[in-house]
């Protein structure tokens, strides 16, 4: 099955066969890819931590400047092939477009593109580990021997990402990494040094 022009193996064209998109990060890349899908017959679901946005998109309307989108991103919503919504919907495709904002000196500050589920949030992990068809790595949502118990029960569709400063340091690290071992559950270890080694 082709995404972009409908076919499937066979050569078949249909929208019985189209796919659920959904968008997570409806700015300026987010709503352009938004609209354009949509306005390729594919139904769209676009999320944005942002209740004004998600309501200026759902009147039809654009909630920024580039040329033609505000016509393609009415047509879509009248047509019923996009809307926006504040919380993640079960989709076939998911396009993660969130912003990289800047952190003191010009630094990019990766934090929704490394961790768009909000640590805590187990009904997203649930979500996201029923739906991906790859595993899928829990980063800021690893800090306590309860987490990795939970991970350990998604038998190995959820991976582990071990950070020996969020754990607490080396002993609750190895503790987590031999637990994960032993639940044959993948995982990698992450050591930042902000302290000197032997302080841990």
Request: hydrophobic letters at 50%; a negative charge.
């Amino acid at each position: 099955m082709d995404l972009v022009s409908d076919r499937s193996a066979d050569g078949a064209v249909g929208k019985s066969s189209r796919k659920k998109i959904s968008v997570f990060g409806l700015g300026y890349v987010g709503l352009p890819v938004s609209a354009a899908f949509a306005a390729r017959g594919f139904e769209v679901i676009g999320v944005d931590v942002d209740a004004s946005v998600v309501n200026v998109i759902n009147s039809g309307q654009a909630h920024i400047v580039e040329p033609d989108l505000d016509m393609l991103v009415q047509a879509a919503v009248s047509a019923g092939k996009l809307r926006a919504t504040l919380k993640p919907e079960p989709a076939d495709v998911f396009i993660i477009a969130v912003p990289t904002p800047f952190k003191e000196g010009n630094k990019p500050d990766l934090a929704y593109v490394e961790q768009p589920v909000p640590p805590g949030d187990w009904a997203a992990v649930d979500h996201l580990a029923e739906r991906s068809p790859l595993p899928v790595m829990l980063d800021e949502g690893v800090a306590t021997l309860d987490d990795i118990a939970r991970i350990c029960s998604y038998g190995g569709r959820i991976l582990a990402h071990l950070k020996l400063v969020k754990l607490g340091g080396i002993a609750p690290t190895v503790a987590a990494a031999r637990r994960l071992s032993v639940a044959g559950v993948p995982f990698m270890i992450f050591v930042l040094m902000i302290r000197p080694f032997w302080s841990y």
